[in-house]
């Protein structure tokens, strides 16, 4: 359950090292919190830290210090075995790069993470698969092989795999970064339409300031510290 205050997501103090002789600290402690139906964006000049900061959120690295809350649950008393099934349960990604399996259709790249949970796949797990495809434009490439599918078709097919779980939280990673403007706009428009539909907590990095403007917040980080915080649309 999300905590009292509404955040989904809650970094206290959060820092992030690398190396061990020479060390390079690239966050320097990081308060930040997201609630749950807020859609906010990550923005920074490169090697900012923001993929850094994402990847933290999203429970692929530890942090070197602080501590990351989600859904009401202190991570760091996760082991890794722990952190991967909760973040199996709770976070959807989307990444500039789909890394959808090229040989599997669209419907079982979007059963991928109903199947890992459950380990074979059932009926109500396709229907899912099914209605998230329609939802995202794609019923008439439902059993198309990904590597079929266009740029702007694969995304839409990597946004409902992210939603197959109806995790609280949905990270992307430059999700628009590959596509051109008309298909970036229906990915955007994807992501927040199923942000208003199913009150989950977004970020998105991102460097097009025209799509972070339509963000309800917007988290400038520069130098591994938050700079500026600004209402977006």
């Known amino acids: 359950m999300a905590e009292e205050d509404g955040a989904i997501l809650r970094l206290e103090g959060v820092r992030k090292s690398y190396g061990s002789r020479v060390v390079t600290e690239v966050l320097h402690g990081i308060d930040m919190s997201v609630n749950a139906g807020e859609f906010v964006a990550l923005v920074g000049p490169s090697g900012s830290g923001k993929s ?6 999203g429970l692929l690295d530890r942090p070197s210090g602080g501590r990351i809350f ?5 991570t760091s008393t996760l082991d890794d075995a722990g952190q991967t099934r909760f973040r199996g349960h709770k976070i959807g990604f989307v990444f500039q790069f789909h890394h959808l399996l090229p040989a599997f259709t669209s419907l079982e790249n979007v059963m991928m993470p109903l199947l890992v949970q459950r380990g074979r796949p059932d009926d109500e797990m396709r229907q899912r698969a099914r209605m998230l495809l329609v939802r995202v434009g794609l019923e008439d490439k439902i059993f198309a092989r990904a590597s079929d ?3 702007g078709q694969q995304q839409r097919v990597a946004v409902a795999r992210a939603l197959a779980m109806q995790p609280p939280l949905v990270l992307a990673d430059e999700p628009t970064g590959n596509l051109d403007s008309n298909s970036a706009d229906q990915v955007f428009d ?5 942000n208003r539909e ?3 907590a977004f970020v998105i990095v991102t460097h097009d300031h025209r799509m972070a403007s ?3 917040r917007i988290v400038e980080i520069v130098d591994g510290l938050i700079r500026k915080v600004d209402t977006g649309s």
């Open 52 to 57: 850094t900061l994402l990847n933290l959120m």
């Open 70 to 74: 989600l859904d009401g649950t202190d």
């Open 214 to 216: 339509r963000c309800d």
């Open 149 to 151: 599918l266009s740029g």
């Open 190 to 194: 994807l992501l927040r339409e199923f």
């Open 198 to 200: 199913y009150r989950g």
